[in-house]
């Protein structure tokens, strides 16, 4: 059995990581190794997560915060313990600024239609302005629309320049006194540009703007503190940092948290019901009606274990290297084109790329065939493609289990891929 992470040596040993993770050591047809670069899609999980999902199903298993009963008690208090290190891994100043949602869609919806119900100067009305960038996930785009178009505010956005960095030329033009959100990915899924979160942040607060940040690609592989960062919501799935799917996170601002009304309705969010009305309770109850993902709670708490023990300046030093070692990979190949920062510098894991005359999916299915596992298609960031002139694009994301083995398997995938479809 693989010794836990914080038990091993300090230096960065890959190689001893990936001994934590099982399904990096499965075989593919043709018994072909799986090279594993999709993880900005959704990362692998270590055998410290697998097995406190199987320890909580086998022996623990209850519901929470309502029974008084053994078993009852014992999967409150690991919820609870989850949320506490989730808290931690993140730098939250307490527990109740930590809700649990099921992805961080989930999250940024919720901000999204709270801030609509919300009374006085949160709320979000006509003569409004909320601004994105043309860069950000759909899920951190339809929200914002559907909120502007209900409540008649206007939507806004920063373009992008060539490089595929957020254009803030701009930006006095739109962060403006009429600005009430400001909503931005901290790192791009498909260019995997860094932006400027902290500059960003610091201009909102000028015009007194909300500040909702997607940290979904940025919580797994960059060191975290909400607490310096200044906004005021930061989402981030469980998924992408080696936890179950189904569990997202959404950080908030205490005082915030309190003010704004429930986003959903049942029960353990209530303090009291009535049939003539009903009142909420506390923060972060208030915003986990109904059964709360318990299970995937407690293994996202074993993730952040498992990452804290790592140390996420050690992720990001490893990440920081085989992006740059992919990028220079991709970049040598005749034909290829990559799409965002040609450098590792503010630059995420995510690589995406277009190989001329090739479809985006053929090559997928041409690396899959040698056991590579990149994605294809728009990632779910439209725009941004449409920027750059295409429909779609191939991209490899690796991770902190990530070797530079597996990104020479990508580049002679790459070079196969040419040869295959004759492209000169």
Known sequence: MTAPLADQPSRYDVERIRADFPILSRRLADDLPLVYLDSANTSQKPTAVLAALDDHYRLHNANVGRAVHQLGEAATAAYESARAKVADFIGATGVGEVVFTKNATESLNLVANVLAWADGDLRVGAGDEVVITEMEHHSNI????????????????????????????????????????????????????????????????????????????????????????????????????????????????????????????????????????????????????????????????AAADYLSGLGMDAVAAHEHAITAYTLEGLTSISGVTVLGPSTAVDRGGAVTFVVDGVHPHDVSQVLDSYGVAVRAGHHCAKPAHHRFGVQSSTRSSGYLYTTKSEIDALVDGIHRVRKYFKVA
């Open 142 to 301: 339809v929200p914002w629309q559907l909120l502007t178009q209900r409540t008649g505010a206007r939507l806004r956005w920063f373009g992008l320049t060539d490089e595929g960095r957020l254009d803030l030329s701009g930006i006095d033009d739109l962060i403006t006194e009429n600005t009430k959100v400001v909503s931005v990915a901290w790192v791009s899924n498909m260019l995997g540009t860094v932006n400027p979160v902290h500059e960003l942040v610091r201009r909102a607060k000028q015009v007194g703007a909300l500040v909702v940040i997607d940290a979904s690609q940025a919580v797994p592989q960059l060191p975290v503190d909400v607490s310096a960062l200044g906004a005021d919501f930061v989402a981030f799935t469980g998924h992408k940092m080696l936890g179950p799917t189904g569990i997202g996170v959404l950080w908030g601002r205490q005082q915030l948290l309190e003010q704004l009304p429930p986003f959903l309705g049942g029960g353990s969010m209530i303090e009291t019901v009535q049939m003539a009305g009903s009142t909420w309770a506390a923060p972060p109850a208030k915003y986990e009606a109904g059964t709360p993902p318990i299970a995937e709670a407690i293994g996202l708490g």
